[in-house]
C-alpha cells in the first residue's frame, strides 16, 4: 500500500472509532440509560458528534487523497477504492459550511418534536412548516455540493448509485405486479391462529432467540442482544449491539425482530475485520444491508425447510405451549397476511405497497407537482389505492413516521429494495448451492452464510448498490424476483 | 461569577464531559461488552484518554486561571476554590512531559499483566521488577511536579491534604486500640450460621436490592445497578452506573455491596448538579467517598434499627427460607467476624489491620527501609502480628492487590481513613439528630440523607479531606470513633 493510502486508512480508522463511541452511546441511550439521564447524553453525543467531525475533516484526509488521486490509473485497485469512497465521503463532510450544519441539528431537534405533537395531537397541520424547511434545507445540501438533483442526492446517500428515475421503473414494474397479486393473497386469505400464541415466558423466549441467530452464525464473541422499545442493529464488526423486545404473547415478534437484526449483524461481521472503518470494510449501503436482515428473516426463517429443524425445538422449549397448533397452522402464523395502515405492523407481502406510497410522495414533493398542505390528501387517496384503506386521522397516515421530521428523504425506498434484493439473491443463491433447503431442515447455515461472505460482505463498498447486484446476479435489480417468491410463498397459503 | 471564571467552568465541563464517556466506556466494558470485543474498547478508550487529555490541558484553561489568580484576595469566594483547586488539576496534568506518561501507560500495562502472571504463579519475584520501575515512576513523578515527598504526594492525589506523617500517628493509634480489640473480638466469637442463607433466587434479591437502595434516596432516575465480577460504583449525579454481583447462596453479599456502592451514589448525586464538573461539584477524594459508602454499608445497615424495618420485608421477599433463623442469629450473620488473609473478604473490624499493614509496607518501601526483595518477607511478618495469620503463598499474601500493579501507592489508606472519617460522621450526626434510630427503624431515611447532603456532599471540593472532617465533627479525624463504634457494635455479640 501506497505512504497516502497507509495515511488515509489510518486517519479514517482513527476518526471511525470516535463513530463507534458514539454509536455505542446511541446503544445504551436506547437500552440502558436512566430515564433522567437523556439532557447529559444529549451533552455527550454532541461533543463526541463535534470531535468525529473535526477528526474526519481533518486535512490531512484531503491531502493524502490528493496524492492518491495524483497516482492516477496507477493506483491499484484496492486504493482506487478507498480514494473513490472516501473522496465522495470527504466531500459531503468538508463542502457543507459550519452554520448550515448547525442549522439542520437545530432544526432536525425541533422538527422531531413538533413531528412527535402533531402525530399525538394528529394534526399534520402542525408539522407542515417544519416539513417545508426540511424540503428546504434537503435542496440546499445538494446545491452546497453542487449537484443538480436535490432528491438524486438523498436517494444516493442511502443507496450509492441509485436514481429518481431507475426507482421510477422498478417501482412501477414492482406496482403494476404487486398490486393484483397482494389483492389475490388478501382475498384468499383463511383465518390465522396468532393470536393462540400466548403465555410464551420471555425469559425462555430470549433462550431460543438466542440459540437460532448463534445457528445462524452469529458471532455472540463479539456481540450481543438486549431489549429495546423498537429493535434495532448498531456497531460494526468489532462489537455488534442488537436488541429484540419481548411480548409474552407474541414470541414470533421478538424471534423475527431477532433474525432481522442478525442479518444486519452477520453482515456488519462478514466486512473484512482490518478495513472496518475504511471503504474496504463498510457496508454499500441501505439497500443492500436490508437485503441482509430481510433474506434472513423472510426467505430463511419463514420457510418450511427452516421450521423443520426448528418446530420441534421450538415446542419442546415451550411445551405445552403449542399442544393445540398443528405444524400447518403455525407456519400459516408465520406466514399470515393482514393489509394495515401501518408499515411498521405490515407483513411481507404488503410491506413494500407502504413504500410505493412513501416514494410516490416523496417524488412529487421534490418534484414540485405536490405542495406540503395537500400531502395528508394524496397519502390518504394512495393508502386507498395501494392498500384499500383510509387512514381515519393523520396519525397512522402521513404522521406514523419519524423518517422525514429528520429530513430522511430517500430512505424509505431502502427497504424496498432491500427486499427485492433480497429476493433476488435468493433465487441466485439457491442456483448456486443446490440442496440449500436440506441444509436448511437440517439446521446448517454455513454454506449460505459463506456464499453471502463471499459474493456481498466481503466486498466492502468496492461496489456501488446496483453493480453489486449484477455482480452476484449476472442482472440489474429487477422486482420480479419479489414478486415471483411472494407468490410462491404466499398464494400456496391463501387459497391459490 | 467573573468573565474568567465563567470560561474556566465551561472549559472544565467541557472536559468533564469527554470523561464521562470514558467512564461509560469503562462500565460497559466491565458490564456488557462480549468477550472477544476487549481490543477495540482498548482502542476506543485509548483515543478518547488523549482527548480527553488535549481538553482538561486546553491553554485557554491556563489563562482563566491566570486571570482569576491576578484577581488575588478580591475574588469571590467560590472562585478562590475555583481556581484553586482547578489550578491543582492542570499543573498535574500539563507539568507532566507526553514522554512520561505514555511512559507510565506502558509500564502500569506490562506491570497489570506481571502482576497477573506472578499472582497466578503465586511468585512474587516475577513482579518485583515491575513494582521497583512502579515506585520510581511515582518518585520520578513528584520531581517533575516539583514536590518533595513522592509517598505525600501520592496520598494527597487520593486524599488532599493527608500526609505519611499525619497517618502514621493516625495509624499508631489506631493499631494500639484496634489490635487488642479485635482480638478480644475474635476470642469472644460465637458460630454464626450464615451458611445456612442459601437458595435465594437472584432475580429476588434484585428486586429487594433495589427497594433498599431506593429507600435510602438513592435516585433510579439517574442511575442504575447492573452485575459485574466486581461491584463499584462509576459515573457522575447526571448518570450513576452501580454494579453488585449475585450467589444465590449468599444474599448479604449482593445486598451489602449494593449499599456500599448506593453510598458512593449518594454522595455523587448530592454533589451540585450545575457544578459537575468543576470543584465546586467535585468529590474531596477517596477517603471522603468511602466514608459515604461505610457510613450506609455498615453504621447503619448493619445495626439492630435498620434491620427492624427491613427483616420482616427480608423474610417476606423470601419465605419461607428465613424460617428456621431467630432475628438474633440473622443480627449475627449480618455482623460475622472472621479473620481472613484476603482484605477484599475481610469483615468490618479486622478489614482496617489490611490496611495497617499496607501502609506500613508502603511508608518503608517509599523511606528506603524496605527493598523490593525483601517485601513478602515484611508482609507474612505484619500479617502474623495484625492478623494472627500467615500466607502460605504470595498469592494471598503480598500479591493479592492489583492496585500496586498500576503504580496506585498511597490508595489503600483511604479504604481505612473512611472507616474512620465514617465513624466519627456517624456520632456526629447522632449528636446532632436524636432519634435517629427511630429513623431507621420507621425505614426512614430522609432526615440522615439530608444531613450528609448540607455538611458533606453539597460541600463539593470546598474543602480538603481534614478540614471537611474538622468543619462537621469540630475535630480533625480521629480513630477513637472507629474504635468505639467497633466495640459497641462488635463487643456485645462476641461474649463482651
Chains 1, 2 share one sequence.
Not at 420471555?202 to 422499545?229: K, N, P
Not at 446476479?473 to 407468490?487: A, F, K, P, W
Amino acid at each position: 500500500m501506497s505512504p497516502a493510502a497507509t495515511a488515509l486508512v489510518a486517519d479514517l480508522k482513527r476518526a471511525n472509532v470516535l463513530a463507534s463511541v458514539q454509536s455505542l452511546l446511541s446503544w445504551d441511550e436506547q437500552v440502558y440509560l436512566p430515564s433522567d439521564s437523556a439532557a447529559r447524553r444529549a451533552e455527550q453525543s454532541a461533543l463526541l458528534a463535534e470531535l468525529h467531525h473535526r477528526e474526519a475533516t481533518n486535512p490531512r484526509i484531503g491531502e493524502s487523497l490528493a496524492a492518491l488521486e495524483s497516482l492516477g490509473a496507477d493506483a491499484a485497485e484496492d486504493e482506487r477504492v478507498l480514494r473513490r469512497q472516501a473522496r465522495k465521503d470527504y466531500d459531503r463532510l468538508t463542502k457543507l459550511p459550519a452554520e448550515f450544519v448547525a442549522e439542520k441539528a437545530r432544526l432536525d431537534s425541533a422538527s422531531y418534536h413538533a413531528w412527535a405533537a402533531a402525530r399525538a395531537a394528529r394534526d399534520f397541520a402542525q408539522f407542515a412548516p417544519f416539513l417545508e424547511r426540511q424540503l428546504g434545507m434537503a435542496r440546499r445540501e445538494a446545491e452546497l455540493l453542487g449537484l443538480a438533483d436535490a432528491y438524486d442526492h438523498a436517494l444516493d446517500k442511502h443507496d450509492p448509485g441509485i436514481t429518481a428515475a431507475r426507482l421510477e421503473t422498478l417501482f412501477a414494474e414492482l406496482k403494476r405486479d404487486l398490486v393484483p397479486l397482494a389483492r389475490r393473497i388478501v382475498a384468499g386469505r383463511v383465518p390465522d391462529r396468532r393470536a393462540a400464541l400466548c403465555g410464551f415466558p420471555v425469559e425462555q423466549q430470549g433462550e431460543f432467540l438466542r440459540e437460532v441467530t448463534a445457528a445462524l452464525g452469529f458471532d455472540y464473541g463479539r456481540g450481543r442482544i438486549d431489549v429495546s422499545l423498537h429493535p434495532f442493529c448498531s456497531g460494526d464488526g468489532h462489537d455488534i449491539r442488537m436488541t429484540t423486545r419481548f411480548d409474552a404473547d407474541n414470541p414470533l415478534d421478538s424471534l423475527f425482530s431477532a433474525i432481522h437484526e442478525t442479518g444486519h449483524g452477520l453482515y456488519e461481521q462478514g466486512l473484512a475485520r482490518e478495513w472496518i472503518g475504511t471503504p474496504l470494510g463498510e457496508a454499500v449501503g441501505m439497500g443492500i444491508h436490508e437485503s441482509q436482515s430481510r433474506l434472513w428473516e423472510n426467505q430463511v426463517a419463514r420457510s418450511r425447510a427452516f421450521w423443520q429443524f426448528w418446530e420441534p425445538r421450538f415446542r419442546a422449549r415451550f411445551a405445552p405451549r403449542l399442544d393445540g397448533m398443528s405444524s400447518e397452522e403455525l407456519h400459516r402464523a408465520i406466514n399470515a397476511v393482514q393489509p394495515t395502515l401501518i408499515r411498521v405492523d405490515a407483513d411481507e407481502v404488503t410491506y413494500n405497497l407502504h413504500i410505493i406510497l412513501r416514494f410516490e410522495i416523496e417524488q412529487r414533493l421534490f418534484r414540485g407537482e405536490l405542495a406540503v398542505a395537500d400531502l395528508p390528501a394524496t397519502w390518504n387517496a394512495l393508502a386507498q389505492e395501494l392498500l384499500g384503506l383510509t387512514p381515519a386521522h393523520d396519525g397512522e397516515g402521513c404522521l406514523q413516521d419519524v423518517h422525514w421530521s429528520g429530513g430522511a428523504f430517500g430512505y424509505f425506498p431502502s427497504y424496498c429494495l432491500g427486499n427485492m434484493i433480497a429476493a433476488q439473491l435468493w433465487y441466485a443463491v439457491r442456483a448456486a448451492l443446490p440442496g440449500l433447503d436440506e441444509d436448511l431442515a437440517a439446521g446448517r447455515f454455513d454454506r449460505l452464510l459463506g456464499w453471502l461472505r463471499t459474493q456481498i460482505h466481503g466486498r466492502g463498498r468496492r461496489l456501488e448498490t446496483e453493480e453489486l447486484v449484477r455482480a452476484v446476479t449476472g442482472e440489474g435489480i429487477s422486482s420480479r424476483h419479489l414478486v415471483r417468491y411472494l407468490g410462491e410463498r404466499y398464494l400456496p397459503l391463501n387459497g391459490g
